[in-house]
Structures are given as C-alpha cells and as structure tokens.
C-alpha cells in the first residue's frame, strides 16, 4: 500500500538524508563541504576530481542498473551507501583544515570549523548516552583475550567455548554459522555450504545422512539460531531433520543464540 511505498523511499532510497543513526548529519556536513569546496578552492587537485568521480559513479550506478533489473535496489543496501563515507570525511577534513588557516580573513571560513564541531559532538554526544553499550566496549580495551570475548561475542563464545572444554580433541563440528566459530575454536569446523558438503545437501534420509556425515568425521552440529530461523540452507537440508530426529541426536547445549547437537551413531 501507499504506507510500504513510502517506508521504502523514506527508509530505503532515502536514507541518507533520514537516516540520522547512520548517516544523514555526515552527509550534510559533505554536502556543505562540497559548496565551500566548489566556490572558495581555485586550484582543485587531481585528488579532489578523482573523489568527485567515484562519488558520481557511485550515485549513477544504481539508476543504471535499476534500469537493468528491477530488482536490484542498491540505494537500500546502507552498506553500499557506506562505502563513499570516507569520500565524505576527505572533503569535510579539507574544508575544516582550510577554515583553520590564519591567514583565511574570511568570517564566514572561519565559522566553519565551529559549525562543523557542534554539528558533529551533539550527534555523537546523543547516540553514545543512548548506546551505553558502546562506552562501556571502550573500557574492555585492556583486558585480557577471554574476557574480550566473553564481552564481545556474548553467548556465541560461550558456546563455542563448550565446544573447546567439552568435546573430544579430535571432535568435527557442522557449522550452521558465521565465521566467529573459526576464529575462537580450538575444533575443526565444516560449514554447511562448503565443499564437503555438497552431497549432503541431495541426500533424503535420515540414516543415510547420518552415515555421510560419519564418513565425514562430523560428531556435532553447532546452530546458529539466526540459521535455525532465516537461512533457507538450514532447511534445505537433511540436518533439519537429524537434530529433531529422538535417538540420531542429543541437544548438549543451548543458550539465548545457539544449539549444540551431538550425533549419536
């Protein structure tokens, strides 16, 4: 309805004007940045024209190939309107840094830097004291490894920590997962959508999956509850039914964001 369009354009192709969490006041700082840049810098460098270009070519790109493929919706993807961010910092960094200079009499040049201060310590100011999550973060700086983790990685380490304590040095865990199971695993991990497991992804039954998996080494599955729930991989597979299946396999663990299963064969 004509309340979806507009949440698609004021939250979508729009949200680099409204999205003031991550980007609208840096994108109208570089926005001012490029009307002082364009009217007070005669010698523009070549630097400077290469920025401009990328940022065009960025802005262009996805009319192109919108009008390639309906849909594909490039302006909603807030990761790809992230990448030109640091096109903006150079432009809002110069312009600042040409504000700063002494010898600049202009009143309006000199302003600038004290615009661009409050503009940008209130919002920071603003989005810290409502995140308090991430002034915290800043002190966990010091400590040692674990604990950075544990802090980090909250009830995801924990379960893979179960997994280093708790299984057989030689165990293989099926990863229904992202890559954070490698880097603190002291386990090897299979991902589901790797190599090895190409096979099982056609096999039907239950027992038959079971053996293929034996074949494999694998003696637990390790689910990521966001795989459990929207990866259609998850349920693609016969794994779905192992874990469910009473006697194939047992939940060892669980907490708020994963399920561990140890096969039984």
């Given at each position: 309805g004509q309340e979806t369009i507009f949440k698609r354009y004021y939250f979508g192709y729009?949200?680099?004007?409204?999205n003031l969490k991550y980007f609208s006041i840096h994108f109208y700082l570089f926005l001012i940045s490029i009307i002082l840049w364009w009217k007070y810098f005669r010698h523009k460098t070549k630097l400077d024209k290469v920025f401009i270009t990328?940022?065009?070519y960025f802005i262009l790109m996805p009319i192109v190939l919108k009008l390639y493929d309906s849909d594909i919706d490039l302006w909603?993807?807030?990761?790809?309107?992230g990448t030109t961010i640091p096109i903006w910092a150079y432009f809002s960094g110069l312009v600042l840094s040409s504000g700063i200079d002494d010898k600049d009499k202009n009143p309006a040049r000199r302003l600038w830097p004290v615009l661009l201060v409050v503009a940008l310590v209130i919002p920071t100011e603003s989005h810290l004291r409502e995140n308090k999550i991430e002034l915290k973060a800043v002190s966990t700086f010091f400590l040692p490894d674990k604990a950075k983790l544990q802090y980090y990685a909250k009830g995801y380490f924990k379960a893979v920590d179960y997994v280093n304590t708790r299984t057989e040095r030689k165990s293989i865990c099926l990863i229904f997962g992202g890559?954070?199971?490698?880097?603190?695993a002291e386990r090897k991990g299979i991902q589901y959508n790797s190599r090895e497991m190409i096979d099982f992804f056609a096999i039907e039954n239950v027992e038959t999956a079971g053996?293929?998996?034996?074949?494999l080494g694998i003696n637990y599955i390790f689910l990521d509850d966001y795989?459990?729930?929207?990866?259609?991989?998850?349920?693609?597979?016969i794994a779905k039914d192992i874990v469910e299946a009473k006697g194939l396999s047992q939940l060892v663990f669980k907490n708020e964001v994963v399920s561990i299963f140890k096969l039984n064969y």
């Open positions: 729009f949200q680099i004007f409204t990328a940022f065009l909603t993807n807030w990761r790809y309107i890559p954070r199971y490698y880097y603190y053996r293929h998996l034996k074949s795989y459990k729930k929207y990866s259609p991989y998850y349920y693609a597979t």
